[in-house]
Every structure is written in structure tokens, then in C-alpha cells.
């Protein structure tokens, strides 16, 4: 059982490239969340999914797309990244009846 | 984010020393969820409080809401090294929000010398 999963790990993007963070989560959780965290700010929230073929905005959604094609997957793509989007960025997921969030070890992305 | 303030932000407490963290809003918290995060990893949940005046426990660790719904304090008794890390509060700021779109506070860094 390995929880919530996140690739890759690091990553070093010029401005103007693509490329997609993938979650994965082997709990059978109906929820899942991407979060990106700065220093000082927190958490906040981008997207999230409460099920297969759903997503829906969260506090900080621009420039960001997501998918949820298969219900143990939420993908995360950023089109065009900027320097602004430079920052930590954590997956999580829960089950339906529980407010506990299950979160993965993070993905540390550097746009230069 | 300002809707949810953490104080102090960072805290060097000597080992078996007790200490409390503390998170506000102006708005009703109508769930709060305490975790920790250990340097360079996720997060991991500790606690969640919905109640006004709930209080709960787990091992050292005390979390409570007041009776307004509108402040929370974490409380450590005998702090140990395995205590160190960030502790982060998250909060639904509206009703009926199911957990899904949670307001984090900026976080407390804890550490503690042995």
C-alpha cells in the first residue's frame, strides 16, 4: 500500500514550457487535491475531484489544467509555466466520508 | 492566507517543555484540521475539531476550539525532538463546505533542542 504517490519529484522548467505532475493513490479515494505551497502562505488550493471525470476550481486556478481520468489518478498540467509558478506542489486525497486528507511527499518545481 | 493567521510562525522550545500554537479567523470555522509537516514531506493529519468548545487528544498532543468557533490552539506537553516540523491549521470558512476547499494558515515551524 503505497498512499499517495507523486512524479516526478523535482523539476526545472523554462518559461513558456509544459509538463504534467501526475497523483497517483492506490486507498480507492473518491477525493483528490492539488495544493501548491509558498513560504508564508500555506497551502492553497488549485483543483480538486470529487470523483472520476470531475474536477473543479480551487483559490488559485489559473494557469493550471487537470484530469481525472481514472479514478485512482489526478493529473495536473501547467501549459505555459511561468516564474510565478515556481513553488512546492502536494496531491491529496480522502474518502467520501472522511474529512482526513491523505497528502503525497510533494513535487518541488523551479520555472526559470 | 490572511483569513487564517498562525502564531508565533516559529518556535525554539527546549525538549520536555510545553508549548501552544495557535490559529485565528474572523470568520466561523466550521471545521478545523491541525497537521504537521516534517521538513521536505507532506503533510500528515493530526486532528479535526467541528464543535464549539471540542476538545481533543492524542498522545502529547491537545487541540481545542473555542466556543466561538473562531480561534483554535494546538497544545504540546513535554516536547520531544519528534515533535519538531511545521504544524499547519486548515479551516472550512463556509457552511456546508464538506472538506474540499480548505483555507491553510501560513504554518508554525517548531523546533526543539534536545
Known amino acids: 500500500n503505497a498512499g499517495v504517490t507523486q512524479t516526478p519529484k523535482f523539476r526545472v522548467l523554462k518559461t513558456g514550457q509544459s509538463m504534467t505532475l501526475l497523483c497517483a493513490q492506490d486507498m480507492n479515494h473518491e477525493y483528490m487535491y492539488w495544493y501548491r505551497q509558498d513560504p508564508g502562505m500555506g497551502l492553497r488550493l488549485i483543483h480538486y475531484?470529487?470523483?472520476?471525470?470531475?474536477?473543479a476550481k480551487g483559490e488559485v486556478p489559473d494557469g493550471y489544467n487537470v484530469s481525472r481520468l481514472k479514478k485512482q489518478n489526478f493529473l495536473l498540467g501547467l501549459e505555459s509555466a511561468a516564474p510565478s509558478q515556481t513553488s512546492v506542489y502536494f496531491c491529496a486525497s480522502r474518502r467520501t466520508d472522511l474529512y482526513e486528507q491523505y497528502f503525497g511527499p510533494g513535487t518541488r518545481l523551479t520555472v526559470t | 492566507s490572511q483569513e487564517l493567521e498562525q502564531s508565533p510562525q516559529s518556535l525554539i522550545v527546549q525538549e520536555g517543555k510545553n508549548l501552544t500554537i495557535n490559529c485565528t479567523s474572523s470568520k466561523t470555522l466550521y471545521g478545523l484540521y491541525w497537521y504537521k509537516q516534517k521538513y521536505g514531506e507532506g503533510l500528515i493529519f493530526l486532528m479535526m475539531l467541528q464543535k464549539g468548545g471540542e476538545e481533543k487528544s492524542h498522545e502529547k498532543i491537545t487541540a481545542k476550539l473555542d466556543e466561538k468557533k473562531q480561534q483554535s490552539s494546538l497544545h504540546i506537553t513535554a516536547s520531544q525532538p519528534s515533535h519538531a516540523g511545521i504544524y499547519l491549521c486548515?479551516?472550512?470558512?463556509?457552511?456546508?463546505?464538506?472538506?474540499?476547499?480548505?483555507?491553510f494558515g501560513g504554518g508554525t515551524r517548531l523546533m526543539v533542542k534536545p
Open positions: 475531484s470529487v470523483g472520476e471525470g470531475t474536477t
Open positions: 486548515g479551516a472550512d470558512l463556509a457552511r456546508g463546505g464538506a472538506g474540499n476547499m480548505l483555507t
